[in-house]
């Protein structure tokens, strides 16, 4: 297996002298479907932030594919092949649905990008039936398929999803876990962050808990899903 | 005789517009309201002015019905991009400085202290006096049943439409314009999707600055050329760009024909003495009714 995101002794936060993450290595292989998992406030949404360079690196090193991102801006890092969808405010709602695909493939040349987005409609059925719509009207589960196939468009190596099953409906979560399952069958790294420990669990192959900004954890998914001390992990009392 | 007060109303009011754009597109994507944007109007006008005695062009015969000769068309562009260049290379050395550090208030004082270097540099290069580019006689031609107009501000009206109708067209169909509007509604997310901030906010200089240089040049043909001319404009410009919802290009220039036409019909309808606030009158109507302006987004 080979390493295409490797983190290593990364310290991060927003404000100079006041680390959120304390020290977080991880590699993620081919393929593989990392889960990150802990409490409210652990700093899983910064660490795919500083993954991302949306946040400060204090410390530590990222490299992708081999290559340190040192000083890489955000906005090179999907041409380098790493895709991110952000917790929150994931899409651009005064963009139409079309709109937020076409930038996102903006890098591409004219044939490549309508191709590619071609192929997210035809991958999100719901997306191409809503394609002059703006995107702050879809529904949630909508708007997380366009978050998902607007970062997909780029063809990633590795994927940063923060909580994508976030306010979907059991049904909708399923089926947004197919597609990432299928995604990872393609050889695409992915590392999920996710509320729902226990879906994480049987979807991902192994598994890390952060609390307080370090990793308290690391396992295999199904050896954690089977762990009774993993709700003392989350209250932060010792494993 | 109304009529003519709307037409009147109209040309200055499509001036106003197209240095609006300049406001409400930094409003947009850098995120504060610039002061320094009615110098962008000025520098334009002194542009083409220098390119014009520079070259020695600026005694060629006027082209009629106009009362201004072919050279004045040749400098327009250059003097526009020369403004844009203006607003990057100001954005470079001060506001982009600014930026990581002061927020939106010191990048709005910092504005303030530009507009007084710009306009006082115009002075020093170019004094005090008005200036012309041309002192050919503009003569008002029939357009319609108590309408007169010159050639010269009929042409403004033709090309302030031309303008923004060629903006418009960058905004909605090209990939810049798409990255505009989406570093206006979220920065960060635009660099998540692959925009590059920093070429977005070059880019809006340049249409910002390109569009008053526009205005400035006209402006300065249909009037006159002085140093105050862009900053006399400057609150005309703001109702213009908030009366249009803020951060909307065509919300802008339409804000800016309601300007014009306030003020040229308060002249009539309520006397001239109250002129200069016909278009708070107006802004202040409008808000009331609609606090995000007549194109802006509801949050
Ligand atoms: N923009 C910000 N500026 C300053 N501090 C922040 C910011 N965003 C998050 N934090 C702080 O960083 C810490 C970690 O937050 P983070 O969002 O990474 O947690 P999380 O693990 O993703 O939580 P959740 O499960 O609720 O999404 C928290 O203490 C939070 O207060
Ligand atoms: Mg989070």
């Known amino acids: 297996m080979s390493v295409l995101l490797a983190v290593s002794g990364l310290v991060a936060g927003y404000e100079p002298g006041l680390p959120i993450l304390r020290g977080v290595s991880l590699t993620l292989g081919e393929g593989g479907i990392v889960a990150l998992i802990g409490p409210n406030g652990a700093g899983k949404s910064t660490l795919i932030k500083a993954i991302a360079g949306q946040v400060p690196r204090f410390a530590g090193a990222v490299s992708l594919a081999g290559r340190d991102l040192a000083g890489t801006p955000t906005h090179r890092l999907g041409a380098l092949g790493l895709g991110y969808v952000p917790q929150v405010a994931n899409v651009f709602a005064r963009l139409t649905v079309a709109e937020n695909l076409v930038l996102a493939a903006a890098a591409l040349p004219g044939p490549a990008r309508r191709a590619a987005v071609a192929a997210q409609y035809a991958a999100f059925p719901d997306l191409a039936s809503r394609a002059r719509l703006p995107a702050g009207r879809l529904s949630g589960g909508q708007r997380q398929m366009l978050a998902l196939a607007r970062a997909l468009l780029a063809s990633p190596r590795v994927l940063l999803l923060d909580e994508p099953s976030a306010g979907l409906a059991p049904a909708v979560v399923s089926t947004v876990f197919a597609r990432l399952r299928a995604i990872a069958a393609g050889g695409v790294a992915i590392l999920l962050v996710e509320q729902n420990v226990g879906a994480a669990l049987a979807l991902a192959t192994r598994a890390l808990v952060l609390v307080g900004g370090r990793i308290a954890r690391e396992d295999a998914a199904a050896a954690l899903a089977a762990d009774p001390g993993l709700a003392d992990l989350f209250l932060g009392r010792a494993a | ?299």
Not at chain 2, 171 to 183: C, H, I
Not at chain 2, 194 to 199: I, K, L, N, R, T
Not at chain 2, 240 to 252: K, R
């Open chain 2, 1 to 299: 005789m109304i009529a003519q007060y709307v037409a009147d109303g109209v040309v200055s009011g499509a001036l106003v517009g197209l240095g609006a754009i300049g406001l409400t597109l930094t409003y947009a994507v850098l995120g504060f309201a610039n002061f320094a944007q009615g110098e962008f109007l000025t520098w334009g006008a002194y542009f083409a002015l220098a390119l014009l005695s520079g070259t020695g062009l600026g005694h060629a015969a006027a082209l009629p019905p106009f009362a201004f000769g072919w050279p004045l068309l040749l400098v327009l562009p250059a003097a526009v991009a020369l403004t844009g260049g203006l607003a990057v290379a100001l954005d470079h050395v001060l506001f982009r400085p600014l930026r990581r550090r002061a927020g939106p208030m010191g990048l709005v004082i910092a504005s303030f202290g530009a507009s007084l270097a710009l306009a006082n540099l115009v002075v020093l290069l170019f004094g005090p006096k008005p200036r012309y580019f041309s002192r050919a006689i503009a003569f008002a031609i029939p357009v319609a049943p108590g309408v007169r107009l010159t050639a010269d501000r009929m042409l403004v009206v033709a090309l302030a439409l031309l303008a923004m109708a060629a903006l418009h067209l960058l905004l909605t169909r090209s990939r810049l314009g798409l990255a505009m509007r989406a570093s206006a509604e979220n920065p960060a997310l635009a660099a998540v999707y692959g925009v590059d901030a920093e070429g977005v906010r070059r880019a809006s200089w340049w249409i910002g600055g390109g569009m008053s240089a526009l205005a400035g040049v006209l402006l300065g043909q249909t009037e006159q050329i002085q140093p105050l001319m862009g900053a006399d404009l400057l609150l005309s410009l703001f109702a213009a760009a908030i009366l249009g919802g803020i951060g909307s290009a065509g919300g802008a220039f339409v804000g800016g024909l309601v300007v014009g036409l306030a003020e040229a019909l308060s002249v009539p309808l309520l006397g001239a003495a109250y002129r200069p606030a016909a278009a708070f009158l107006v802004l202040f109507a409008v808000l009331m009714l609609r606090p995000t302006g007549l194109f802006g987004e509801r949050p």
